[in-house]
């Protein structure tokens, strides 16, 4: 393998000298790790990129972003010497969720261009390559750290080990039951949103107007209006099953689906792309605004059934499978999910914002008076909510805190099996690194021989 990585490295060099013209460098390839070369382009854009996100980078950029490249192109050289793979329909929704995001945050597909000194789609061929090594070397550091299970025993002689000051600070948490009530839309709303839409597939389908421009006036989905209602490529399963539906038996770009209806709203969609079990399309989305009678009916509601769970004619927990309208919380007793971590138990300022003022006053035990908010999706809600567990801020023990205790003794585990593969692979591999680096201070100094 080595011969093999010599003769890579002259060849190498010789395109590298050949892409000076007329003293301008075109590009270079400055490290190779095993066969995986480094260009100087993949620095430069992760740096652009480091910058944009504001990512904090401990030590000189031009060190500690190439040798985070190296070590990817360090586990993605043994995933291929192991034959790991990953899905390439997975590559494609993370480049098309990648660009999605610099679009909507630099402005336009054309400042992106600008900023990033290349068209987008030269940068989505750059990206592609740069999202598969990345999850190649994820996949491979799984394999590497696969094999150490973490037992309660373990957890104990972890924490008994812990020096006292070391011990991490657990915040107040707290387990929220909530039950919602959708307050009913009139039927004359619905009627004016689809007659909107219908409007609006009219103009699009004349050429009176495009969708694009369509979407970012009067879409309700906020995220995608400002990229003309486009989605980016998505399979099925990544849509709810009303608009997959549509969206996958749609084969004419110039034409506009028929009124869909889901839990966000109602919706009327335009492909743009098909590829393999994806597609891209865009949509308009608009939300039913609820007539506040229906909303004052609905907290009515809500108030006669908390009234009945004080008195003792139900629990809570049997309120909630009888009447509760949100699909996420009615099949675990009310209990709120925390998507951070997909645990029960919130930080108070994790929870939706008009949940948490309500909640911060409440004791143990206690259930509110009916309020409303609104859900991810844009959805109003009523609903009443009961404070079921409040843990204190506290020192960390493995009684209260043994999941957090085994990640902090995986995390550590991880990291020493990881140390210990990357210096053994530094001295099995061959690389190769330009002169340009070989002064930087590197976390792992085996990329020096």
Not at 54 to 68: A, F, L, S, T
Request: net charge neutral.
């Amino acid at each position: 393998m080595r011969i093999k990585s010599a003769i890579l490295a002259a060849a190498v060099t010789l395109i590298s000298a050949a892409a000076f013209s007329k003293g301008k460098v075109i590009d270079q390839v400055v490290w190779i790790v095993g066969n995986e070369p480094i260009l100087q382009s993949e620095i430069e854009t992760e740096i652009l990129r480091h910058k944009y996100e504001k990512i904090n980078i401990d030590g000189d950029p031009h060190c500690v972003i190439p040798e985070q490249i190296a070590l990817q192109k360090l586990f993605v050289a043994q995933a291929k010497i192991d034959s790991v793979t990953v899905s390439e329909s997975a590559v494609e929704q993370q480049v098309e969720a990648r660009v999605k995001f610099f679009i909507q945050r630099i402005g336009s597909r054309e400042k992106v261009e600008e900023y990033f000194g290349k068209p987008l789609d030269k940068m989505k061929e750059e990206m592609k390559r740069t999202v598969h090594d990345q999850m190649l070397a994820q996949t491979m550091q799984q394999k590497v750290t696969e094999a150490y299970k973490i037992t309660p025993a373990d957890v104990n002689r972890f924490y008994n080990k812990m020096p006292k000051d070391s011990i991490p600070n657990i915040p107040e948490l707290v387990e929220v039951q909530i039950i919602s009530i959708a307050p009913e839309v009139t039927p004359y709303e619905i009627e004016s949103v689809k007659s909107r839409l219908r409007e609006y597939k009219e103009k699009i389908e004349s050429g009176e107007s495009r969708f694009s421009t369509m979407a970012i006036l009067y879409s309700e989905d906020r995220g995608s209006a400002m990229q003309g209602g486009e989605l980016g490529f998505m399979t099925k399963g990544r849509l709810v099953p009303e608009f997959a539906n549509v969206a996958f038996s749609l084969y004419d770009p110039t034409k506009v689906s028929r009124i869909v209806e889901t839990e966000f709203g109602f919706h009327i969609i335009q492909l743009i792309e098909r590829k393999n079990d994806q597609v891209n399309c865009r949509h308009i989305l608009l939300i039913p605004k609820v007539d506040e009678k229906q909303k004052t009916l609905a907290m009515t509601k809500l108030d006669s059934l908390a009234s009945e769970i004080r008195n003792g004619a139900l629990t809570f927990s049997e309120a909630v499978l009888r009447y509760s309208e949100d699909k996420d919380t009615r099949e675990n007793e009310g209990l709120m999910i925390n998507q951070e971590d997909m645990s029960n138990k919130f930080q108070i300022q994790q929870l939706p914002g008009e949940v948490a003022k309500v909640v911060y006053s409440l004791s143990v035990g206690e259930i509110s008076k009916p309020f409303t908010y609104t859900t991810q999706a844009g959805k109003e809600m009523a609903c009443i909510v009961k404070l079921k567990s409040k843990i204190k801020a506290h020192k960390a023990n493995p009684e209260e805190d043994f999941n957090m205790l085994k990640e902090l003794i995986t995390a550590k585990n991880n990291k020493e099996a990881l140390d210990k593969w990357i210096a053994d692979k530094q001295k099995e591999m061959f690389i190769h690194i330009d002169s340009e680096y070989k002064h930087c201070d590197f976390k792992y100094p085996g990329w020096i021989k």
